[in-house]
Antibody
Framework: EVQLVESGGGLVKPGGSLRLSCAASGFTFSSYSMNWVRQAPGKGLEWVSSISSSSSYIYYADSVKGRFTISRDNAKNSLYLQMNSLRAEDTAVYYC??????????????WGQGTLVTVSS | QSVLTQPPSVSGAPGQRVTISCTGSSSNIGAGYDVHWYQQLPGTAPKLLIYGNSNRPSGVPDRFSGSKSGTSASLAITGLQAEDEADYYCQSYDSSLSGRWVFGGGTKLTVL
């Protein structure tokens, strides 16, 4: 069974930093691209970042480019999101999401349960 | 403002059929990119409902179906049940954006 378990969320002051982790199990982690998708309170889904299976290709949404860094450790079956210079508008539930390989267009086939990041003074 | 446009809400009585539209443009759905649909039950993470416009993952009831035409896509739910009450999101890919993944704003389905 595919499992994605996020951790690392919490309350942080504007301008602060936080590192999210996602522990993957139930599949060959090193064979899949991975993503972070966030959802602000009461709002819709927003794609944040993607990383290919070998970390060769990395993409970011314009809203986080230059502040967030996605990375992975295939030996530890783990995905990370380093978030710096946090702003109030970064407040959201952050989901770890597996890149779907069954469709020609990129999408997600499995989601974690999410971890809440709150940016407030 | 989402790149893909969905109605904020739809509703239907148990047993009825409802549809949710997802309207894009020539740089995403109209460019030939597939549409995926996700269901988010209250207080839970999203779940893949339809992939590649019209395909159901294992375990998704055949009451859910998807279609795509031109620059739009639709999700249809027949035989509406109380447990279908959820938020539904469409998602595709956009060649004109640096990030390229795009979601609809979401549609809240209320079962009356």
């Amino acid at each position: 069974e595919v499992q994605l378990v996020e951790s690392g969320g919490g309350l942080v002051k504007p301008g602060g930093s936080l590192r999210l982790s996602c522990a993957a199990s139930g599949f060959t982690f090193s064979s899949y691209s991975m993503n972070w998708v966030r959802q602000a309170p009461g709002k819709g889904l927003e794609w944040v970042s993607s990383i290919s299976s070998s970390s060769s290709y990395i993409y970011y949404a314009d809203s986080v480019k230059g502040r967030f860094t996605i990375s992975r450790d295939n030996a530890k079956n783990s995905l990370y999101l380093q978030m710096n210079s946090l702003r109030a508008e970064d407040t959201a539930v952050y989901y770890c999401a597996r890149y779907s390989v069954v469709a020609a267009t990129p999408g997600v086939d499995y989601w974690g349960q999410g971890t809440l990041v709150t940016v407030s003074s | 403002q989402s790149v893909l446009t969905q109605p904020p809400s739809v509703s239907g009585a148990p047993g009825q059929r409802v549809t949710i539209s997802c309207t894009g443009s020539s740089s995403n759905i109209g460019a030939g990119y597939d549409v995926h649909w996700y269901q988010q039950l209250p207080g839970t993470a999203p779940k893949l409902l339809i992939y590649g416009n019209s395909n159901r993952p294992s375990g998704v009831p055949d009451r859910f179906s998807g279609s795509k035409s031109g620059t739009s896509a639709s999700l249809a739910i027949t035989g509406l049940q109380a447990e279908d009450e959820a938020d539904y999101y469409c998602q595709s890919y956009d060649s004109s954006l640096s990030g390229r993944w795009v979601f609809g704003g979401g549609t809240k389905l209320t079962v009356l």
